[in-house]
């Protein structure tokens, strides 16, 4: 057959890809590469993919598939010899402090079979089943604190901050803000109380029953009324407003952290909880039965703490002893010696991805993506599948030069074993480790979705129109000789945080300075953390630094003490912005254009029209989030969800306004013979181009093209932007601002999303910060960037506990001299590529 050992698309059309056919290589290393936003993630998720979950799920019962995160069926007209696929996407971990590296790997499981068969139990104790080791069940978990190691508690300190107000002057902090709070002060008037003392002159008893009574009385409520008159009202029974029930501020602060679903109120009510280490358990989580059977000298809670690394070295010992080391216990040997096999087995990759420095306790939500990534793609080497095409998406994000080599050593295991590997990706070593190449493009967008090349690699340097192959073949890389001189110095003492223990640091102030080191090395915890919580602080503003999940975590909350100190420098520093890859929004309401304010001057210009100014429509009548302009029928939202009993919910245009989201009155107002729905559906290319008669939105527009988006529609939804593109918005955002100078912009790697030409493009707006007098400061592991910045300070020398230092703080010339670099030999080596890295038989 013609099609023996390829798979064979024909017509896609998924998202921007225009009508594609190509064939691609099974049992292969496949790299799909191209610009941000060309098509390639279209092409490889959108519809390789998708493709093959959905024939996988037509062969389950709608039952079972009801349980898949079901994609969408992809528009390609056919693909023939497509294996089943497995994805392994770039996603954050989950929200819950529960799961575990441990749990994600399965090796928790294989630890409490170890202790339930073969531990040391005390003398006359019961055998535990495996379960009875694991927080997360009933029979293992400690009855104080259910298993989560700490108890929270709220005590009349941290409910009523400033006792030197009255009741009414709000006193009670814990209850709510709005109508609630006066609903309940109210109920306390009409209770007999004295909302008009300090809160420290009321009697003891009075203030406790405020605080912690679990009771609850309905009264009648008179509001606005004195003490006096409510005492009237009720002898002479006149009418209240309405009867109201009290709540204690304890048990108001406990319901609403338990049982709330906004994540705002939680947030809020968290910070009267004060969050201690369970005196049953020593926050160790189990029950004391558990934790009184050891192996090695240790309980299951000690073992779990321990490094990967640490895990292995004592396992390692176990798979290779005797199973007869000790007669008296033949079967126990037999147990110990087999897990242990597995132990090492499973440990043996993760540990050859770089990821030793973790432990099995850490918690899934402090993993950044890459992390989580590879902890799975370790997890799938392990599973020894045959035939199965497994799809990665950036896999080297996050990745040091020196973790990228070990990353290629795991993906060549997968394909040895009959695999074929897809793996959309920007990074220059992985495309030259390919066997073959698909370069989509030739832009962005509209600008892209063709495919102009799909061959071996050394085939790619014929292709006139591709973008990525100057990166590939002989392309001269220089180092920066000329680095701008530090204006000041910001001097940091005595941090320490995760793995910083006591670290002292200076950063340069006025210059582009590049953190890197290896993966764990501490290089997140001191800029995106350290640097950012100290300086916010310093400054008076609020900080970033929070779960990722912007959900309030209180499980979390030891391991985000932070201690140490600003020295000198802060002075030299006005503002501090923190450009981060957390979504614009949460909901599809939030897009490009309302992010980046450019909404508001086109939204002016459509007012401004004769006929707006005629049917005295304002800029408020061409915003979706209001009603006088928007769809009644969808509420603005451009869609209806139809629920389907066992398939995923469909979202369909809406029928009404037929995905514009504006009513039909709204529409009729034109713009140079565009309605605002037209508009929105814009490119930001599209756009520049359609209102370069304003100077100041063309502006506007044109920052955002210049950082690499010009591809993304204006109305392009907040749910559909990746991190990276998340983080750029934010960027254009802040350049269109006027510079006032000693502004100190931190990125946590900047170029995560992007393709070597689109870093060419971040790295002018970057110097153009400098040049304005502010001071920039990336975490950031590409090497382009890094040999074009002004100062390099490496954080290592290894990872975890043996990381946290500073390794070498210099200009990148001096810094190619630091011996005892992990960095410095991949920046010497990329100075000069040569093409027979890439070609291959």
């Keep these: 057959m013609e099609n023996d050992g390829f798979v064979k698309v024909s017509g896609a059309r998924e998202n921007n890809l225009k009508n594609v056919s190509l064939k691609i290589p099974r049992d292969a290393f496949v790299v799909f590469t191209g610009v941000s936003g060309s098509g390639k993630s279209s092409l490889a998720f959108g519809t390789l993919y998708a493709e093959a979950q959905r024939r996988y799920l037509e062969s389950v019962s709608p039952y079972a598939r009801r349980l898949f995160n079901q994609m969408a069926i992809p528009e390609v007209d056919e693909i023939e010899g497509l294996p089943p696929a497995i994805a392994l996407q770039q996603q954050r971990g989950a929200s819950n402090s529960r799961s575990s590296v441990g749990s994600v790997t399965t090796l928790s499981n294989l630890l409490r079979m170890l202790y339930s068969r073969a531990g040391n139990y005390p003398k006359d104790q019961e055998i535990i089943y495996a379960e009875g080791f694991s927080a997360n069940t009933p029979e293992g978990a400690c009855p104080q604190c259910h298993g989560t190691g700490r108890i929270y508690e709220v005590t009349e300190q941290s409910m009523v901050p400033d006792d030197s107000l009255t009741i009414r002057e709000r006193a009670v902090a814990a209850w709510p803000t709005a109508w609630q709070g006066q609903n309940l002060r109210d109920i306390l008037i009409t209770l007999g109380y004295d909302v008009d003392t300090p809160w420290r002159k009321l009697p003891k008893k009075d203030r406790d029953w405020i605080l912690f009574t679990d009771e609850q009385p309905v009264v009648p409520v008179y509001p606005r009324y004195t003490a006096e008159q409510v005492k009237r009202a009720i002898a002479g029974k006149v009418q209240p407003d309405y009867m109201g029930t009290f709540t204690g501020a304890k048990k108001y602060v406990m319901q609403t952290f338990a049982g709330s679903q906004s994540q705002l109120m939680k947030k809020r009510v968290s910070q009267f909880m004060l969050s201690a280490l369970c005196p049953l358990c020593q926050g160790k989580k189990l029950r004391k039965e558990s934790l009184s059977v050891t192996f090695d000298g240790k309980d299951i ?21 005797d199973e007869t080391t000790t007669p008296a216990h033949p079967e126990k040997n037999m147990v110990t010696q087999r897990i242990a096999v597995d132990l090492v087995s499973r440990l043996e990759t993760i540990l050859d991805l770089g990821l ?41 994000a996050g990745l040091h030069p020196a973790d990228t080599q070990a990353l290629l050593r795991a993906l060549d295991k997968l394909k040895a074993t009959g695999n074929s590997v897809f793996v959309v990706e920007h990074e220059i070593d992985v495309i030259r480790h390919a066997d073959w190449i698909v370069d989509v493009g030739p832009g962005a967008g509209e600008d892209g979705g063709q495919i102009l090349y799909s061959g071996r690699p050394e085939g790619l340097r014929q292709i006139k129109e591709s973008k990525t192959k100057a990166y590939i073949f002989n392309k001269k890389n220089t180092i920066n000789e000329n680095p701008r001189e ?38 997140s915890t001191l800029v995106s953390q350290a640097l950012v919580t100290l300086v916010s602080a310093a400054l008076g503003q609020k900080s970033k630094d929070e779960p990722q999940d912007n959900s309030p975590d209180l499980l979390q909350e030891e391991n985000l003490q932070l201690t140490g ?65 928007r769809c009644a029928h969808c509420q603005g939202e451009g869609f209806v969800m139809v629920e389907l009993l066992f398939l995923p919910s469909v979202y369909s245009p809406c029928p009404l306004c037929k995905g514009t989201r504006y009513n039909d009155e709204t529409l009729e107002i034109t713009f140079n013979e565009k309605n605002i729905a037209e508009v929105l559906r814009m490119t930001v290319d599209e756009a520049w181009r359609f209102f370069k008669e304003d100077a100041s939105l063309a502006r506007g527009l044109d920052i955002v093209r210049q950082v690499g988006l010009g591809y993304l529609k204006l109305g392009q939804p907040a749910t559909e932007l990746s991190g990276g593109e998340a983080q750029r918005i934010k960027l254009a955002t802040e350049l269109q601002r006027s510079q006032q100078g000693r502004t100190l912009y931190v990125m946590d790697e900047p170029t995560t999303g992007l393709h070597p030409a689109d870093v060419e493009k971040l790295m002018v707006q970057l110097n153009y910060l400098v040049e304005q007098g502010n001071t920039v400061i990336l975490v950031e592991h590409d090497l382009s960037v890094i040999a074009a910045s002004d ?7 290894g990872a975890g506990v043996k990381g946290g230092k500073v390794v070498c703080s210099a200009t990148p010339k001096k810094f190619l001299q630091f011996s005892s670099s992990r960095t410095a030999p991949f920046l010497a080596a990329y100075q000069t590529v040569k093409l027979a890295t890439i070609c291959k038989d």
Excluded at 305 to 320: H, M, N, P, T, V
Aim: glycine share 8%; proline share 6%; hydrophobic share 35%.
């Design 301 to 321: 809670s000690e073992l779990h703490a321990l490094s990967l690394d640490e895990l292995y070295d004592i396992f390692k010992g176990y798979s290779q002893a």
């Design 356 to 396: 030793g420095y973790l432990s099995l306790d850490r918690t899934t939500p402090s993993l950044s993506p890459g992390e989580l990534q590879r902890l799975r793609l370790a997890t799938q080497i392990r599973s020894n599948l045959f035939g199965v095409v497994y799809v990665l998406d950036e896999p080297s």
């Design 486 to 523: 530090p204006q000041a110095w910001l001097k940091l003492e005595a941090l320490s945080r995760n793995n910083l223990q006591n670290l002292d640091v200076a950063f340069p102030l006025g210059v582009l300075t590049s953190v890197t080191g290896i993966s764990g090395s501490g290089k």
């Design 565 to 629: 100190k600003i020295t000198s420098g802060i002075s030299h520093i006005k503002r501090l912005v923190q450009v981060d890859q957390k979504p614009i929004g949460r909901t599809p309401r939030s897009n490009l254009a309302t992010y980046t304010g450019l909404f508001d001057p086109i939204r002016k210009l459509f007012a401004a029209t004769p006929q707006a100014r005629k049917r005295k429509y304002d800029a408020g009548r061409f915003s979706f989030n209001i009603a006088k302009g």
């Design 791 to 797: 100062w390099i300070m490496e954080i290592g020398p």
